[in-house]
């Protein structure tokens, strides 16, 4: 047994423990922490099975993004919490419990059912890598063999902005979401926004750029470009802006826009939809990535700004 | 000359990983909120800079050096910077349990 076994074996046992502990702690807080760092193990996982595209987009999206929804969540219930004292009765409760576990037993028995070797893809994409000019399987799977899937995420991702959205009250609609933060402008967070967003931004663009070839992408750029968005918000340094704004929703419809038309283009003039011709492949995926970047880090700012709740005046 | 190279990596991981050590068993054991956080930055500060530092000379090229120095300023601006707002946040609510 080697060194490297010896650390997995730790990890997952790490991993499987604070899973449990999230679970079972009593308080909201407490169990959001626990679920950070619980994303944050995850991702080294991930980086163990060679997986370092899932491992940035879980570290940015499960540790980061979604800990901050989760710790806002957190904070909402807090005084609510306070109040409610009732518990669920025992029946529901063991009902819940051998849901749960039957779910998970079906879970490992399917998974010891799988064939082995695997059946897989991998070995195709690889040899047809050279078709679209980029080397990172990955991201040849997202943008081009399974592009259909993407395009429809990013559709999924603006009707998650219009759910959000919807949650205003009428008299707010239209206006800023969230609260106007409120931060000392010569204190540390805000020298904090001023110096680490143009690092940040240099970082997200690189992840975009890199991911032509190496781990990287569109997803998780635009996650490092929406915290520095947030950062600069919750510094007190912008505003949100207001959500009937022209410009703002243009940007949240820019990528799937594009990927549609160009989608549709490949219809028209090619032989199928989302086919790329060859000669402009990778030229054509760059154009959609950048617009989806955008489109990306404006929506995931704007899922954490939460609802309109202030006029736009 | 490799050999060099790899008992400096050995040394300078070890020390940081002693950092760790310290730093977390400070964050646990240390009474109240601001010596924890003293404990907390002593191991991100020296901790990754001496990991860091061990692993300067396995870097290939000059780019992942620069990479890997970028990541530990980066990891002391977020510290630094977290630090002193769960300070303020601690004498503000005047409890330092």
Redesign the interface.
Known sequence: MNIATVFEIVLASVVLGLAIWTIAVAETYSATVGFVAYSLLVALIWVRLDAVDVALTEAAIGGGLGGVVLLGAAARLRDAEALTVEQASPIVRMSAAILSASITAALAFAILLLPDPAPTLAPTVVANAGATGMTNPVTNVLMAFRGMDTMLEKVVLLLAIVGVWSLASDRAWGGRPGPRHQADPNG??A??AR??PP?GIVVGVYILWTGADHPGGAFQGGAVLASMWLLVIMAGLADTPPVSSRWLRLILVAGPGLFLAIGLGGLWLGPAFLSYPAAFAKPLILGIEVAMILTIAATLGLLLAGAPERSSQ | MSVARDIMTIAGVSVGAFFFLAGTVGLLRFPDTLTRLHALTKADNLGLGFVVLGLLPQSGSLRDGLKLI?IWM?AL?AG??VS??IA?MVRQSGTTR
Request: aromatic letters at 6%.
């Open positions: 540390v967070l020298f904090l110096l680490l690092a | 970028s980066l601006l630094a910077t002193q707002l303020r």
